[in-house]
């Protein structure tokens, strides 16, 4: 499980982030959802060690993997950017199959478009294992059908090794259909904590009613 415990992240004077008491249970797939700005990258990075919280803290069982919201590409080709994280060829070949990016597999990553870097982003991600998924935006970049393709990869992902997943996300479609639980922060406040279903068709409050109206369209 993983616990967070009166966790704050301040930058001069203002608090950025602010969670009492927030729990992850094993196995469980949470999104995390607000607007711009409302904490969602800076929960994710102290969850997975790149910035230091200021006060308070969290436990986390077993290792983390994290997926930034820039995604970027290592010199050389899309297949040895998935084995330089140490996933052996066949692994690669297959994850690079399961994102549809096999026809690209020997062609340079810096020249993919956008939503196929995001892409190959996570299948270096998903090469490996870990008992914490942190995932910034992981659709962000891609279309319609690129968007399907991640959304299926984390799911099967999460059934094969049982991990816990939290990820960020602007897409009601990655909340309902791959989470079990969506959090709305509201500056760097937990707003609603809830099922996607029960939060998309009945926000909590009167501020998520507004938010979730304005993401329907
Ligand atoms: N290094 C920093 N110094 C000062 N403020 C920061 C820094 N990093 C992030 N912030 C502020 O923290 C707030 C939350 O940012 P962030 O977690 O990136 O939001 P989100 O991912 O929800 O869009 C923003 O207002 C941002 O400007
Ligand atoms: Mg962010």
Redesign the pocket.
């Known amino acids: 499980m993983v616990e967070i415990k009166n966790l704050k992240?301040i930058?001069?004077e203002?608090t950025?982030?602010d969670i009492p008491a927030l729990e992850f249970g094993d196995g469980e797939t949470a999104a995390?959802a607000?607007?711009?700005?409302?904490?969602?990258?800076?929960?994710?990075?102290i969850l997975a060690g790149i910035?230091k919280e200021s006060e308070g803290g969290f436990h986390i069982p077993g290792n983390v993997l994290y997926m930034p919201?820039s995604s970027y590409a290592f010199r050389g080709d899309t297949l040895r950017n998935i084995t330089i994280s140490g996933a052996d060829k066949k692994e690669a070949l297959e994850l690079l199959e399961k994102l549809e990016l096999s026809h690209l597999a020997g062609k340079k990553a810096k020249s993919l478009s956008g939503g196929e870097l995001q892409r190959l982003s996570l299948c270096r991600v998903l090469s490996r294992k870990c008992g914490l998924l942190l995932l910034?935006?992981p659709t962000s970049a891609c279309d319609a059908k690129g968007a399907e393709l991640v959304i299926n990869a984390i799911k099967d992902y999460q059934r094969e090794c049982g991990c816990t997943v939290i990820m960020?996300t602007h897409s009601p479609l990655l909340a309902a259909n791959a989470a079990d639980r969506l959090i709305i922060?509201n500056g760097?406040k937990v707003e609603t904590d809830g099922t996607p279903g029960e939060t998309l068709a009945n926000p909590e409050t009167q501020w998520a009613k507004s938010f979730v109206a304005g993401w329907k369209i």
Do not use: M
């Not at 607000?34 to 990075?45: D, I, P, V, W």
């Open positions: 992240k930058y001069g203002r950025v982030l995390l607000g607007a711009n700005g409302s904490g969602k990258t800076t929960l994710l990075k910035i919201q910034d935006e960020s922060l760097g």
